[in-house]
Antibody
Framework: QVQLQESGPGLVKPSETLSLTCTVS????????WSWLRQSPGKGLESIGF???????NYSPSLKSRVTISIDTSKNQFSLKLTSVTAADTAIYYC?????????????WGQGIPVTVSS | EIVMTQSVATLSVSPGERATVSCRAS??????LAWYQQKPGQAPRLLIY???TRATGIPARFSGSGSGTEFTLTISGLQPEDFALYYC??????????FGQGTKLEIK
């Protein structure tokens, strides 16, 4: 059974960079796609982007200018960086697997990590 | 962007009854539609993909139907643990997938 666990700071100051890591156990990041999503009361569930083990990435058009997703196959982890954050980036951030059953189907999720943007 | 609409925000149903959750796509998505269940403080859990295929370990009381723009999630014989939030998601335009706003299934 694949398990994912998000980690990182729960509080980020405005204009700074949000950095999160997802650690994968019970499976290898050297297969499938690895996604980041977020959920906020105002915007619901929103895709941020994903990475393939080769390093190929795809980002949401609305966040593309501020997002970087990277992968470390040696640590079985992948990471999210979101720059120049504002209060609008306050949300629960999830990592998830994509593509194990079909491209776009998210079958394993981390428990989520709440992130607040505030000074 | 395809907009997914779950027009019923809250659905009140009695335990043991059948619940029907609806989802509409702003344009056709074929059968590239998934349903997720989310309980308070938990991540979404995949229930159904390809509109009608149950994910591993999902009980048979959960079923999905539809294609194109109209989709339905049916839960037969509601159990106490089924009262939760339900989201639909289209992945026809992967990697640009989108979710509905969710339907809360509450005890009547």
């Amino acid at each position: 059974q694949v398990q994912l666990q998000e980690s990182g700071p729960g509080l980020v100051k405005p204009s700074e960079t949000l950095s999160l890591t997802c650690t994968v156990s019970g499976g290898s990041v050297s297969r499938y796609y690895w996604s980041w999503l977020r959920q906020s009361p105002g915007k619901g569930l929103e895709s941020i982007g994903f990475i393939y083990f080769t390093g190929n990435t795809n980002y949401s058009p609305s966040l593309k200018s501020r997002v970087t997703i990277s992968i470390d196959t040696s640590k079985n982890q992948f990471s999210l960086k979101l720059t120049s954050v504002t209060a609008a980036d306050t949300a629960i951030y999830y990592c998830a697997t994509d593509g194990r059953v079909a491209a776009g189907v998210l079958d394993y999720w981390g428990q989520g990590i709440p992130v607040t943007v505030s000074s | 962007e395809i907009v997914m609409t779950q027009s019923v925000a809250t659905l009140s149903v009695s335990p043991g009854e059948r619940a029907t959750v609806s989802c509409r796509a702003s344009r056709g998505v074929s059968i590239n539609l998934a349903w997720y269940q989310q309980k308070p403080g938990q991540a979404p859990r995949l229930l159904i993909y390809d509109a009608s295929t149950r994910a591993t370990g999902i009980p048979a009381r959960f079923s999905g139907s539809g294609s194109g723009t109209e989709f339905t999630l049916t839960i037969s014989g509601l159990q106490p643990e089924d009262f939760a939030l339900y989201y639909c998601q289209q992945y026809n335009e992967w990697p640009l997938y989108t979710f509905g706003q969710g339907t809360k299934l509450e005890i009547k």
